[in-house]
């Protein structure tokens, strides 16, 4: 089954970088700060500088593009000039990340706050702590969540607002 890929313009999201043939966004409130891209293009990917994606560093796009997928929240994505946008994984995965988040690679659909989003990437909260729900924002090591501790979701104490969401769980099942 082929997927179409989902428009340049749904993914560049965040503050745009560009250089030659290709357009790296960063949305900031989605990195949790694995760092596949610095590890991956150490010379481009550059957190201490400013600024700190610096394209003019590698001459070749489709190396950057290469990187840039590996970015497992989505914080990063890409648009090469005059070339196809990323194509979602076939099949599309879900795998929960060991005391993180829930990571999904595909042809996705998410329902936000601020309506619906169409990804390829992206890292979903498990602990129901993030800022920027349904997103991971790395709230879950500042509290110290485990996700095999009761009821799956972070206490109100690590929360620190003594609430739950209304309606709603960290795994998204509604409570009655």
């Not at 989902?6 to 970088?17: E, H, Q, S």
């Not at 001459?59 to 648009?79: F, I, M, N, S």
């Not at 890292?123 to 095999?148: E, M, Q, V, Y």
Request: aromatic share 4%; proline share 11%.
């Amino acid at each position: 089954m082929t997927q179409n890929p989902v428009p340049p313009d749904d993914l560049l999201r965040g503050k745009a970088y560009t250089e030659g043939e290709i357009t790296v966004a960063y949305d900031a409130p989605r990195c949790t700060h694995v760092a596949n891209c610095v590890r991956g293009l150490p010379a481009v990917f550059r957190p201490k500088e400013r600024p700190w994606i610096q394209l003019w560093n590698e001459a070749d796009a489709q190396r950057v593009a290469e990187v840039v997928r590996t970015c497992p929240t989505g914080a990063l994505h890409y648009a090469l000039h005059g070339a196809p946008p990323e194509a979602p994984a076939v099949p599309t995965t879900v795998m929960p990340v060991k005391d993180g988040p829930l990571v999904m690679r595909g042809d996705l659909v998410i329902q936000t706050p601020a309506g619906e989003v169409r990804e390829v990437r992206a890292a979903l909260c498990r602990c129901g702590a993030s800022g920027n729900k349904p997103f991971c924002d790395g709230t879950h090591a500042r509290i110290g969540w485990k996700s095999d501790q009761p009821g799956g979701q972070a206490t109100p104490d690590q929360r620190g607002d003594g609430h739950p969401e209304e309606g709603q769980q960290a795994d998204g099942a509604r409570r009655d």
